[in-house]
């Protein structure tokens, strides 16, 4: 055999080689999901699990916490890095898009003895994307400010980043970013150690992962769940350590031993973060749950004596105290005062029970020691009377005592006796006060805090008679086995006091992000059989602020459909429906009789509020990409963004003799340019502005010889401003930004009009068309060189007869009504009559039509005398059998193609209501033809 052939042969042997190599990767190994559990490291102790996240953004907005968030350095720094990927992508929002709905896991890891780090893992979902990570990387590594290099570790590729003006940190740890692609999943960290570890988990694919005891349980198949939580409790307090001093260990450590781990779903809604989920219990010997297992959960009954100025609360609700002291030591401090005190112990311990609590009480500095009280429950308070009397004989304390109100306190003569009495967890009482309060027992490790305290209870400073803290209390879960209570702000100066020193700095600096949510409960429900296999705690976790907003919400139906939203102060103006991507529900803007603007969210919400100083003039504009609204008061234009903030330079303040009517907003032009806004000022007054304040020549004002048919509308075409102005004497003009008429006009068209134009946009001037209807019952179409294109008779007329077009919502369909005293009669463009209604009083009506496809008409008619909209589908049927309540002179409609459902939007009074029609489910009526 020839050299020649050899070579061939061996060519071709190793191309088949590696197209076999390449078929099995792609049937086998490629095909095979990628378990993003299995790349997180053992020792993370929260990790994160986020999926839609323009929809979590969203939320974090309307929550209010999104302001905040970005005020912390932290993310500032990651604001910074995000604006970089913009500038070297050439676009806006591009990690935003990126991650989408993309399920991106964050965990935390503790890396240090005063620092801890995250770890991200974002799934590659295409080429494109990954063209998009690696195209990134080549322009950072085209920067002369970063440094990137690659290398081999545990057969994974790494990828290193760093910017080459800066310094490492510490070994292991330096500024910039590590990160590899294993089969597009994306794991990266600005800790190297973590990215290595992660790589070292994935030599170990059949070790159990952190997630193994919750590998069933998928939270993101249920509705509106923002994000997932796994939380490591046995690292708990080592993450806590991190910020805290090391003397607090212990006590964080005992109450974190009741679970070992936890996975919880995280919901984001208006004035409230909530987690619920389920934890498995501690085994270990000396935890919390093996000393309270089989013990019944409690409710929160000391509500009635804990004070407003308490900073945290621990309440562990069992059955006998007892259980909480274990087996009793060889040695305890009883043994050295006398043998008969002992017993007296023990009877003692034997009356209290049912629910436990220990409290903190706030402080007016960082430098004073904390109050601190230890509560029992005891259901004979005269017995526990008398025992402490005998063991103040006993031990030799002096009788004496102090009294505020009708309480009285004693000295116990016995040092730690609530750690004798209720177990370790209850010391630092190194010589204990005591007084009863009512069925409760408490202890104060000094006696000014119990004076405090008992102050307040004769005061009726306590949680039963606050109605913010029994709000938060009845979200609560009724019964629990232990609760974790915060007040956020009371405990401020208590967490400065904990905090590491160098910790100190970062907490005042996020004073607000901490504050933001002053209730804080964290609960651990036992399940009814805990000798079950698999048997785990029902845990919430919640995050309140007190509903101090304008506006109560409640469901509208009792099977939960709908919603109401009832405010304090009755509405005045139309709700307004502002489509929110992501979101099942549109938003909603809406002003009450004080002249307030309130933007409810999807979630039924007032997500902000801003009072102004008059009615709305006509509806709101809604600025292109949903960046915002204008909207228009007599005297004044505001601009605002959707998180309620006025925009730069506005207000804008009209001149004194202008009471605006009418707002008209000029479409986006491809060129960046400010927006031309057009305020109608009554009597045929027209002033241009732009949102910059600039005032443009021939507006101020441009002075019509007629009253205005309809607010005009601003156009443009073929790069050219028009302001299309309709009178009601039947003239109609387009002019120009400088104020003159385009040629052609004014025309007239033929009789007096009493309603707008429906717009066809063309290319050209010529090529535009524009529909009216007169009051001789006429269809009109022109264009905008001023010629008449069509003339057509909708209807017959009369002298009391009002002709109006009505367009779609989206300005692309119409019909035509005509009014005859009392009744209303509504026609297609080709005069075919649709439906007809008599009103009994001669009120205002309005007309609306919402066109959402082909047998998705609805057409709404409101009487606002009576203040009733009657809503009527394609057919032509009474939607619900009846009208709606309405006691404003429009409503607003959306419609849900997916679940195909409308939406109506409505004012009755005070309240907001949303009412959800299915399609096919409607109950209706037929109209009269």
Not at 234 to 242: A, E, I, K, T, Y
Request: aromatic share 8%.
């Amino acid at each position: 055999m020839s050299n020649r052939v050899l070579v061939f042969l061996t060519i071709l042997l190793l191309l088949l080689t590696a197209l076999g190599s390449y078929v099995y990767y792609r049937r086998t190994v490629a095909r095979q999901p990628v378990d993003p559990w299995t790349l997180v490291p053992d020792d993370a102790v929260l990790v994160a699990v986020t999926r839609d996240h323009p929809t979590l953004v969203r939320h974090l907005k309307e929550t209010q916490v999104w302001d905040n968030l970005t005020a912390v350095r932290y993310f500032q720094q990651v604001e910074e890095n995000l604006t970089l990927v913009d500038s070297l992508t050439g676009g806006r929002d591009v990690l935003l898009r990126f991650l989408g709905r993309k399920r991106v896991l964050t965990s935390v890891h503790v890396t240090g003895p005063d620092r801890f780090d995250l770890l991200f893992q974002v799934p590659i979902g295409s080429v494109r994307e990954y063209r998009q990570v690696r195209g990134l990387l080549e322009g950072l590594g085209r920067d002369a400010r970063y440094r990137v290099t690659t290398r081999d570790y545990e057969g994974q590729v790494l990828t290193d980043l760093r910017r080459t003006d800066a310094e490492d940190d510490e070994p292991g740890q330096a500024a910039g970013l590590t990160l590899f692609n294993y089969r597009n999943q994306l794991v990266f960290s600005s800790n190297v150690k973590l990215v290595e570890a992660s790589a070292r988990r994935l030599t170990r694919p059949e070790a159990p992962t952190v997630a193994a005891d919750f590998q069933n349980i998928d939270y993101f198949r249920l509705r509106d769940v923002d994000a997932t939580l796994l939380l490591n409790q046995r690292r708990l307090p080592q993450l806590l350590g991190v910020f805290f001093r090391s003397e607090l260990t212990p006590e964080i450590a005992a109450v974190a031993s009741l679970a070992r781990n936890e996975m919880t779903e995280m919901r984001l809604a208006g004035n409230k973060v909530v987690f619920n989920g389920f934890a498995n219990p501690e085994t270990a010997r000396d935890g919390l749950h093996q000393k309270l297992v089989g013990q019944p959960a409690q409710r929160l009954g000391m509500a009635e004596v804990l004070p407003l100025r308490a900073a945290l609360v621990v309440h562990m609700g069992l059955g006998p105290a007892a259980v909480l002291r274990g087996p009793r030591r060889t040695r305890t401090v009883s043994d050295s005062l006398a043998p008969a005190v002992q017993p007296l112990l023990d009877s003692l311990t034997a009356q209290l029970g049912q629910e436990v609590a220990l409290c903190y009480l706030s402080t007016v500095s960082a430098r004073q020691r904390p109050g601190k009280l230890a509560l029992a429950y005891t259901t004979n308070p005269a017995r526990v009377t008398a025992l402490l009397g005998q063991l103040r004989r006993a031990v030799g304390a002096s009788p004496s005592f102090g009294k505020v109100g009708p309480y009285q306190l004693y000295q116990t003569g016995v040092g730690e006796l609530p750690r004798e009495l209720l177990g370790p967890l209850f010391q630092g009482f190194e010589q204990p006060v005591v007084a009863q309060v009512g069925n409760y027992l408490v202890f104060a490790d000094d006696e000014a805090a119990l004076r405090l305290y008992l102050a307040d209870v004769v005061a009726g400073e306590t949680w039963s008679r606050s109605p913010t803290q029994v709000a938060f209390l009845q979200e609560l879960q009724p019964l629990a086995r232990l609760r974790v209570l915060l007040d956020t702000r009371n405990c401020w100066n208590l967490l400065l006091r904990g905090l590491q020193e160098e910790r100190r700095a970062s907490l005042l600096r996020n004073e607000t992000l901490f504050k933001r949510f002053p209730q804080v409960a964290l609960q651990w429900v036992p399940p009814l059989n805990e000798q079950e296999a698999g048997a785990q705690y029902f845990t919430q976790f919640v995050l309140r602020h007190p509903a101090e907003g304008p506006a109560e919400a409640r469901p509208q139906n009792a099977d939960g459909t709908g919603s109401v939203l009832d405010f304090k102060v009755p509405l005045s103006s139309s709700p307004e429906a502002v489509l929110v991507a992501g979101a099942k529900f549109p938003g909603v803007l809406v002003q009450d009789t004080a002249h307030v603007l309130h933007y409810v969210t999807p979630e039924n919400v007032v997500a902000w509020s801003d009072s102004l100083p008059g009615p709305l003039v006509g509806p709101t504009v809604r600025l292109p990409g949903a960046t915002g609204f204008l909207l228009a008061t007599p005297r004044y234009l505001f601009e605002y963004n959707n998180r309620g903030q006025l925009q730069p330079n506005f207000p804008l303040n009209l001149p004194d003799t202008v009471r605006a009517t009418s707002l008209s907003v000029s479409p986006a032009a491809r060129q960046a340019g400010p927006r031309r806004l057009l305020v109608a000022g009554g009597g045929g007054n027209l002033f241009l502005y732009d949102t910059r304040g600039q005032i443009y020549a021939g507006w101020q004002p441009k002075q019509l010889e007629f009253r205005l048919a309809a607010p005009p509308q601003y156009l443009l075409v073929d790069g050219r401003d028009v302001v299309l102005v309709l009178l009601e004497n039947g003239y109609v003009y387009a002019f120009d930004q400088a104020g003159g008429a385009y040629p052609g006009f004014p025309i007239s068209m033929g009789a007096r009009l009493a309603s707008g134009a429906l717009v066809e946009p063309g290319p050209t001037l010529r090529r535009t068309r524009l529909t009216v209807v007169s009051q001789h019952g006429e269809r009109v179409t022109f264009n905008l060189s001023g010629d008449v294109v069509a003339r057509r008779r909708v209807a017959t007329w009369s002298r009391e007869s009002r002709f109006r077009l009505i367009p779609d919502q989206r300005q692309r369909t119409y019909v035509v009504s005509r009014e005859d005293g009392g009744r209303l009669t509504l026609f297609d463009p080709n005069g075919n009559a649709l439906l007809s209604q008599s009103f009994l009083t001669t009120a205002p009506r309005s007309i609306q039509y919402f066109d959402f496809g082909p047998d998705r008409q609805v057409y709404a008619l409101t009487e606002t005398g009576p203040a009733k909209a009657y809503l009527y589908d394609a057919r032509f049927r009474l939607i619900g059998g009846k009208p709606f309540d309405s006691t404003t002179p429009r409503i607003d409609l959306t419609y849900n193609p997916v679940t195909s459902t409308f939406h109506l939007f409505r004012v009755n009074g005070k309240e907001l209501r949303r009412t959800d029609i299915k399609v096919d489910e409607v109950k209706v009526v037929k109209a009269k033809k």
